[in-house]
């Protein structure tokens, strides 16, 4: 898992782990926070390694630790990803450095994670890659240009991949609306109370509604590959 130490990352690996999952937390900063979110799981097997989206190298070292210490990698939840609120009219505010950041981590680095960890789940023969996008990829409505484009280009990636990767593979998208999370600096919590009145279910997407998206994806979506799912209260409609 990367980006497991917060947010929809942690909701996700305490849902894997009452599954059964022996679950590896990845984080890139927040190591202490992932310390604690593995001293909470229940069951055994579980530890939190440094695995920074944006650093393919030690992608391919958490990979080759997975195989030697776990032998298998069953699924490989993809949940890092960052983001900055920039108006979008604000064309100056998306600098060269800010928009390539926001597609090196939210493109580039779930590619590369599935790139380090498909020789593995191949020998599993049934094992289910989940990307976590976002609505914004659709509806090119989000926290900045940039990331709307990302999220597009994530879920054009799970298309792809799920055609390269079948049979042994699957690849499955799951696209929240505005999570009640701190994950975008600068909005707050009011303005996804705000986003959620507007849907039809007029509900708050939590971290636990899409962890649990993911693992029924994990756990029933048998047929379904290539795909991206929308956990939004239908913001969408």
Known sequence: MTGGSSGIGAATV???????ASVL?????????AAEVVARLPGTGHRH?????????????VARLVESEYGRCDVLVNSAGVTRKVAHTDLGALDDELFDSLMRINVRGPFAAVRAFAPLMRST????????????????????????????????????????????????????????????????????LDQARD???????????????VVGAVTHFRT???????VDGGKHL
């Open 25 to 33: 937390v990845g984080f890139h900063h927040g190591a202490e926070r």
């Open 49 to 61: 390694l440094a695995m920074p989206i944006d650093d393919s190298p030690r992608l391919s070292e």
């Open 14 to 20: 305490g849902r894997l782990a009452e599954q059964g």
């Open 199 to 213: 849907t039809p279910l007029q509900v708050v997407v939590a971290p636990d509604d899409v962890a649990v998206a």
């Open 224 to 230: 379904a590959t290539g795909t991206t799912f929308v």
């Open 125 to 192: 023969g049934e094992a289910t890659v989940i990307n976590v996008s976002s609505i914004s990829g659709s509806t090119a409505s989000g926290s900045n240009i940039a990331y709307c484009a990302a999220k597009a280009a994530l879920d054009n990636l799970t298309m792809s991949l799920g055609r390269a990767l079948g049979p042994a593979i699957r690849v499955i998208g799951v696209a929240p609306a505005a999570v009640d999370t701190a994950f975008v600096p600068g909005r707050d919590r009011q303005a996804v």
